[in-house]
């Protein structure tokens, strides 16, 4: 069996110990990916204040940054957007960000859609309001 840790050169720099994603036989299991930008900490879309704390953000900038940084993963490993196969979702503000991720999610995702669970979760690693958990085949 063909398997390995990849690495992107494209996607936000890990918070962790843990690969951006990892192959096994022709799956490829995607670590939580969030709207960082590479090389930096900035997070599109949020408002810090100065003791470093979210001050207001704006999930439909996150919500594209993230699919910007699992589709960089995905087209960088070897498979590609239309072939993720399932789909988790952590959304720190259901009520308020549902609806617009929903919408925005839509945009990206034609038919045929990956499975999709959406959870709200308390917190995040770094004050992001939104993270994805993908699966994709790869060849």
């Not at 470093?52 to 439909?60: L, P």
């Not at 990956?114 to 995040?124: D, F, I, S």
Request: hydrophobic share 35%; proline share 7%.
């Amino acid at each position: 069996m063909n398997e390995y840790e990849f690495h992107s050169s494209k996607a936000p720099e890990p918070v962790g110990a843990y690969p951006h994603a990892r192959r096994v036989g022709n799956l490829l299991f995607l670590s939580g990916v969030g709207p960082r930008q590479r090389g930096t900490k900035v997070i599109p879309g949020v408002n810090l204040n100065s003791a470093g704390e979210v001050e207001s953000y704006d999930i439909a900038a996150q919500c594209h940054s993230v699919f910007q940084n699992v589709r960089a993963i995905v087209d960088e490993a070897g498979s590609s957007w239309d072939k993720i196969v399932d789909v988790t979702v952590y959304l720190t503000n259901m009520k308020r960000d549902f609806p617009t991720f929903n919408k925005i999610y839509a945009e990206y995702f034609l038919e045929p859609r990956p499975c999709r669970t959406t959870v709200e979760v308390g917190a995040l690693p770094t004050p992001i309001a939104i993270e994805l958990k993908c699966i994709a085949t790869i060849e």
